[in-house]
C-alpha cells in the first residue's frame, strides 16, 4: 500500500525531501504547495505527478494524503504547524529549527499537548551513517564521555528564496538555524540535558555588506559554545562559515578515561572545491589511551544516497524511520520535546553572546 505525502515548502531542503522521498518503496508525493513559482518550477521537475496547489488549506484538503513535511522558511513552521493542527490529524515531519521566536514556546507546547497525530522533527544529522556509528561506539571506546568537541568549518550561507535565512528576525540566528543540529547531538551523544550555556559569536566575514530592501543581514558567521550538562559532562562547539575548501566540514571528538573516538563528515560533494574525484570520504578514528595505535575506519555511503541530498545520506534514513511511522509500524524518535531542546540552547547561545553572560537552563 502506497502512503502519500504532502509538502509544503518545496526549496532547497524541501527538495532534497522530495528525492529522498523517490527512493522509499510504497511511498508517493501526491501534493505540494510552493509559493515561488522557481521554486515550484524545479519540484515538478522532480515528481511530475504530483498536484501543486495555492494554500497549506488547499493542500490539507488534498486526497489521498497520509502525512506530511513542513519545509518552508525557520519563521513559518510553527503558524504552519498550528494550521495543519486545525484541520487535520496526520504525521507530521517537520524541519528544524522548530521555532525561531522565544513566544512561541507557548504555542509548541500547546501543539504538543493537543495534537493527536505523531511529530517528528527533522534533526537528520543524528541518522547519518558514520555518525550512528560514532553514537554507538563512543561511550565504550571513551569509557564513559567526559568532554565532547564539535568542529564545523564550512562554507557561508546559501541563497534562499528571498534571502530569508538573511536575517535573525526570519531564521532564529545562526546558533538557532545552524547549530540546533549540533546541539541535538550534543544532548544524544551525552544522554544528559544541558544546564548552562555560554558563547561568544558574531558577524565578520560573511554578509556584511548585503542589505535587503533596505536593511542590512545581520546574520553571525562564526562563534564559540561551551554547554555545561546535567551529568557533570561537557561540550563544545567551534563554528566557522567563511572555512569553504576545508577536507572536511564537520568533526566530532569524544574522549574519556578509556580514550578518544572522532568521526570526520566531509560537506556537500557539489559544493566541493578540491580537486576532482578526491571528495574525501566519511572516517572514525578511535584512539586508545594505553598506546598510540589509532584504529581508522572509512565509512562510504551509496552513491544513490549520497547524491539525493548534502547531509551524508542522513535524510533518507530518516525518511525510512518517518515511514515507518506513517505506516504504524515505528515511532517518533526525535520528539518535540528535543526540538524544544535544540532551539533553546541556540537561543541560550545567542543570548549568551550578545550579553557576555551564562545563560542557565
Known amino acids: 500500500m502506497t502512503a502519500f505525502y504532502g509538502l509544503i515548502g ?8 522530495l528525492r529522498n522521498i523517490a527512493l522509499l518503496e510504497d511511498a508517493a508525493v501526491s501534493a505540494i504547495y510552493e509559493p515561488d513559482k522557481d521554486m515550484a518550477r524545479a519540484a515538478a521537475e522532480l515528481v511530475p505527478e504530483a498536484v501543486f496547489v495555492n494554500s497549506v ?13 513542513i519545509a518552508s522558511p525557520n519563521h513559518c513552521h510553527v503558524t504552519q504547524l498550528e494550521a495543519v493542527a486545525a484541520k487535520v490529524t496526520l504525521p507530521i515531519l517537520v524541519e528544524k529549527p522548530l521555532f525561531t521566536n522565544p513566544d512561541d514556546l507557548k504555542r ?16 537528520e544529522y543524528r541518522y547519518m551513517p558514520p555518525m550512528k556509528q560514532f553514537i554507538n561506539r563512543a ?47 550534543m544532548r544524544v551523544i551525552l ?3 544541558p544546564v548552562r550555556v555560554m558563547a561568544s559569536g558574531g558577524q565578520e566575514v560573511n554578509h556584511l555588506d548585503e542589505t535587503y530592501n533596505g536593511q542590512s543581514s545581520d546574520i553571525w558567521d562564526c562563534g564559540y559554545v561551551i554547554v555545561d550538562f546535567a551529568d557533570g559532562t561537557r561540550a563544545s562547539l567551534e ?3 567563511f572555512a569553504e575548501g576545508s577536507e572536511y ?3 566530532v571528538h569524544a574522549v574519556g578515561p578509556s580514550g ?55 535524510t533518507y534514513h530518516q525518511h525510512q524511520r518517518f515511514f515507518d511511522v506513517v505506516c504504524g509500524k515505528g515511532n517518533v524518535e526525535v520528539s518535540l520535546e528535543d526540538g524544544v531542546w535544540a532551539v533553546r540552547m541556540g537561543m541560550a547561545a545567542q543570548a549568551s553572546a550578545l550579553t557576555g553572560e551564562a545563560v542557565s537552563l
Open 10 to 17: 518545496c526549496g532547497m531542503m524541501g527538495q532534497e525531501h
Open 57 to 69: 488549506d488547499a493542500l490539507l484538503g488534498h486526497r489521498p494524503l497520509d502525512c506530511l513535511v
Open 108 to 123: 509548541v507546547e500547546d501543539l504538543k499537548a493537543g495534537y493527536g497525530a505523531p511529530v517528528w522533527v527533522a534533526m
Open 139 to 185: 561511550q565504550t571506546v571513551t569509557g564513559g564521555i567526559k568532554m565532547l568537541t564539535i568542529i564545523e568549518h564550512r562554507f557561508p550561507f546559501l541563497a534562499k528564496v528571498n534571502n530569508w535565512n538573511r536575517f535573525n528576525g526570519n531564521s532564529g540566528g545562526t546558533f538557532v538555524e545552524k547549530c540546533c543540529h549540533f546541539f541535538d547531538l
Open 191 to 193: 544522554k544528559s540535558d
Open 239 to 241: 563554528l566557522s562559515m
Open 249 to 251: 566540514q564537520a568533526m
Open 260 to 314: 578518544k573516538i572522532e568521526v570526520k563528515l566531509p560537506g556537500p560533494a557539489r559544493l566541493w572545491s578540491g580537486p576532482e574525484g578526491k571528495q574525501p570520504v566519511p572516517v572514525i578514528i578511535e584512539s586508545p589511551r594505553a598506546h598510540c595505535n589509532p584504529v581508522r575506519t572509512v565509512c562510504p555511503i551509496d552513491k544513490a544516497i549520497l547524491d539525493a541530498g548534502d547531509h551524508n545520506g542522513s
